[in-house]
């Protein structure tokens, strides 16, 4: 099945760093979107991109939707301690039972020192 | 709070017990999902409901696991016989009608199953 690659796995930050992450795919992706999970809680939707070279903020965050629809990358600027989770990119991949479904990377944990 | 809500959060059991987990979504959202999560991993497609109409199945759903959507409201998921390696985080996701794509999930917060 169509997997999703993220680097990097962890990243530690001082307080105030810009952040970059991204995900690629051997298969191309229609749309791509970018997920930030808190411990123990359910993940939450940042950004979605349906378009392949969109370029998309919100606040501190932007993210781009590469031009070969295999990659994206998500950046965080001017990171604050909130910022601390775990981030994963998804995607629709076909299912094998004629549907298409999110699938999800393994995530880029991210740590940011005060 | 009308975001999507799950319960129990945590369930602990021995091995061979069956659980079952309980998912309201928001509420106008015609479809609803149930992932697992490991440790590590990210969130993994088990099943979804069109309103009561479950459409799919993932083939990481044995016969052990059943999902029911009686009115198109609630949903529960039950998992018979429970095994170690049953264990892990169930995130039940919700969209609402007209999603642009598929993908755009309100996910609850999940419910942490450890089967002893």
């Known amino acids: 099945g169509q997997q999703l690659n993220q680097s990097p796995q962890s990243m530690f930050i001082q307080e105030g760093e810009d952040v970059s992450m991204n995900c690629t795919s051997s298969s191309i992706f229609n749309t791509w979107l970018w997920y930030k999970q808190d411990p123990g809680e359910g993940p939450v939707l940042l950004i979605a991109?349906?378009?392949?070279?969109e370029l998309t903020s919100n606040g501190r965050l932007t993210a781009q939707f590469g031009i070969t629809r295999k990659d994206s990358f998500l950046n965080i600027s001017a990171s604050i301690p909130s910022d601390v989770g775990i981030y994963f990119c998804a995607g629709p991949a076909y299912s094998g039972a004629g549907s298409y479904q999110l699938t999800f990377g393994k995530g880029t944990k991210l740590s940011v020192i005060p | 709070d009308t975001g999507v809500s799950q319960n129990p959060r945590h369930k602990i059991t021995k091995r061979g017990q069956n659980v079952t987990f309980r998912c309201d979504p928001i509420?106008?959202?015609?479809?609803l999902y149930w992932y697992r999560q490991t440790l590590g991993q990210g969130p993994e497609f088990l099943t979804y409901?069109?309103?009561?109409?479950?459409?799919?199945k993932s083939r990481l759903l044995s016969d052990r696991f059943s999902a029911e959507r009686p009115k198109g409201s609630f949903s529960t998921l039950e998992i018979q016989r429970t095994e170690q390696g049953d264990s892990a985080m169930y995130l039940c996701a919700s969209t609402p009608v007209g999603t642009r794509a598929t993908g755009e999930l309100f996910f609850g917060e999940g419910s942490r199953l450890t089967v002893l």
């Open positions: 409901f069109q309103n009561e109409a479950q459409l799919e």
């Open positions: 509420s106008e959202h015609n479809r």
């Open positions: 991109l349906y378009k392949a070279g």
